[in-house]
């Protein structure tokens, strides 16, 4: 593990403890980029094309060591949203102990966005 | 039908929600999709780097909508046609997801989107006979909202219980009070067994009524 990551590898760790989570369906598909692009919005979305890249925000926190997550996932039906979301928080602070231990002060947001 | 009835969600903004699921290209998402689906060809689609872009990911979106299926109870098994369906859905919701709303408690920072919640709300509602689920809009409760302890991020309520406005057209032979109560029930047991919402406040309104076959009671 480097000192300091890249938000891209970052978002790699937190996506799949994201997708390991009971209850998750999949990371927001990112669809409405491919519209928002014909009318030049969209800006500071921090897509970078991959799979799911709309679905993991991962940024430096203002004025501190630690991490700003934002998680945007659809969900699988049958699940209670808030239980699913606070297993989500868990499972990512818990791979970002163990893989990249100098985010440990990260906070996590996750947005339900769908229910499939 | 609409995802989230009663129209764009007003007085909050939202300016980063494409109207139309138009491609750059000026052809329709939704009916790109439908063409692919059957097959024929076509010369524009065939050529178009924007289309070609859009089925590419409706067909991973399909991938991993499919993939949910074994994590379902056998009740709710579906066919192909729903399936596509649900995808469509799936990115509907993502064009007009509404306001974000806070879900569990006020010091926690999990939230799901409008239209979601509305949706589970409306399903809740249709399970009662005769009773039909039209327009639902959620927001913060007045009540709740003198506390200023934080600022909500942008676009999103301020995390506090929520307060939902549902409007039902109902079946002749129900009482009026009584559906009403049984509407607000149905939500509110939604909202904590299936979202983790807390609820402050369900309006009901009834905006018609349905004669014995289902369909709008009054003329004119």
């Excluded at chain 1, 990512?92 to 985010?103: F, G, K, M, N």
């Excluded at chain 2, 806070?102 to 409306?122: H, N, S």
Aim: hydrophobic share 40%; aromatic share 2%.
């Amino acid at each position: 593990m480097t000192e300091q990551q890249a938000p891209r590898a970052l978002a790699d760790v937190v996506g799949s403890a994201v997708l390991a989570t009971r209850g998750v369906a999949f990371l927001r598909p990112g669809l409405a980029e491919l519209l928002r692009s014909s009318v030049g919005l969209g800006a500071g979305r921090g897509t970078s094309g991959a799979a799911g890249a709309s679905g993991v925000r991962v940024e430096r926190g203002k004025g501190s060591q630690g991490l700003d997550i934002e998680v945007y996932v659809v969900l699988s039906r049958g699940h209670r949203a808030l239980d699913v979301t606070r297993a989500v928080r868990s499972a990512v602070v818990a791979a970002l102990e163990e893989q990249a231990p100098e985010a440990v002060s990260a906070r996590v947001r996750v947005t339900v966005t769908g229910v499939v | 039908m609409a995802m989230n009835e009663g129209g764009a969600p007003g007085g909050t903004s939202f300016e980063d929600v494409p109207e139309d699921e138009i491609l750059p290209c000026g052809r329709e998402l939704a009916q790109v999709w439908e063409q692919a689906e059957t097959g024929e060809p076509d010369p524009h689609t065939a050529g178009c780097p924007h289309c070609a872009d859009a089925l590419r990911a409706l067909r991973s979106l399909e991938d991993a909508v499919a993939r949910t299926r074994d994590d379902e109870p056998q009740e709710h098994t579906w066919d192909t046609t729903a399936l596509a369906g649900r995808v469509m859905d799936v990115v509907r919701l993502e064009l007009r997801p509404g306001r974000t709303l806070p879900l569990g408690e006020a010091d926690e920072d999990a939230w799901i989107v409008e239209a979601a919640a509305a949706r589970t709300f409306r399903a809740a509602v249709d399970s009662l006979p005769g009773v039909r689920a039209g327009s639902c809009r959620i927001e913060a409760d007045p009540q709740d909202t003198v506390r200023p302890a934080a600022a909500p991020p942008p676009g999103r309520l301020p995390r506090g219980p929520a307060r939902i406005r549902v409007e039902v057209q109902v079946g002749l032979s129900w009482n009026l009070q009584l559906v009403a109560d049984e509407v607000r029930a149905r939500i509110v047991a939604a909202a904590d067994r299936e979202l983790g919402m807390r609820v402050a406040a369900v309006d009901v309104v009834i905006a018609d009524l349905l004669d014995d076959e289902g369909t709008e009671g009054r003329q004119g």
